[in-house]
């Protein structure tokens, strides 16, 4: 079941920063924020995650609220081979529990 | 070294056969799954195993049969293949149950005419 809600789409321009924002206002205090990305026809790639602190890595940086209701996965220097579908999950990280990728966002990264 | 490979890529077959997907990942990681994505993208769990054990089976067919003859490997056979069993399978592998941080196979794709 989905427990977070992105935008279907968004375009940003090569070389731009790329926010892409994710709401996860049931997430519990034990669950943490993965985001994942799909390029066109290739398995998922996992990307980074966060339980309340903000994280960065060579990829991305993820930032959460402090409420933990949203969080936001910054690109930030978008290049075309990030166009993909990025999915925003939560997930509680013990015992065997999978990940349930929604409909994700399709970032498209512009000329 | 692909970390987590699946053959076959592609798999074209007809109604009622019976196919096998396999699946190796050569990253030491105890836990292995199956996804499979539709044609509407949705990607689902199917099977996890930890140390050769099913720990998570989702509602698939008794059709899907998983086996892993050890940890590094997951294979995926399918019996009485039916048009709604077209889809992308993909496999994945974790360093154990407890994390979420999976690495993906590239997919395969199974078309049943």
């Known amino acids: 079941d989905a427990k977070t809600t992105q935008p279907p789409s968004m375009d940003c321009a090569e070389g731009r920063a790329a926010n892409l924002p994710c709401n996860h206002s049931t997430i519990s205090g034990n669950e943490y924020v993965y985001w994942y990305r799909q390029i066109h026809s290739q398995g998922p790639q996992y990307i980074i995650h966060g339980l309340k602190n903000n994280e960065t890595n060579e990829m991305a940086s993820l930032i959460i609220t402090e409420d933990r209701k949203s969080s936001t996965l910054i690109l930030p220097h978008a290049t075309l081979r990030d166009t993909a579908v990025y999915y925003c999950?939560?997930?509680?990280?013990?015992?065997?529990?999978?990940?349930?990728f929604g409909t994700g966002t399709r970032l498209t990264v512009i000329p | 070294d692909t970390a987590v490979s699946q053959t076959p890529k592609y798999l074209v077959t007809q109604m009622g056969n019976d196919k096998s997907i396999k699946c190796e990942q050569n990253?030491?990681?105890?836990?292995m799954y199956w996804y499979k994505q539709d044609s509407k993208k949705f990607l689902k769990i199917m099977f996890s195993?930890?140390?050769?054990?099913?720990?998570i089976n989702e509602t698939v067919p008794n059709r899907f049969s998983p086996k892993s003859p050890d940890k590094a490997h997951l294979n995926l056979h399918i019996n009485s293949l039916e048009l709604g069993d077209s889809a992308v399978y993909f496999c994945a592998s974790s360093q154990d149950m407890g994390t979420g941080e999976l690495f993906f196979g590239e997919g395969s794709r199974l078309t049943v005419l």
């Open positions: 990253l030491g990681h105890d836990t």
């Open positions: 999950i939560v997930r509680i990280q013990t015992g065997a529990n999978n990940l349930f």
């Open positions: 195993y930890n140390n050769k054990e099913l720990i």
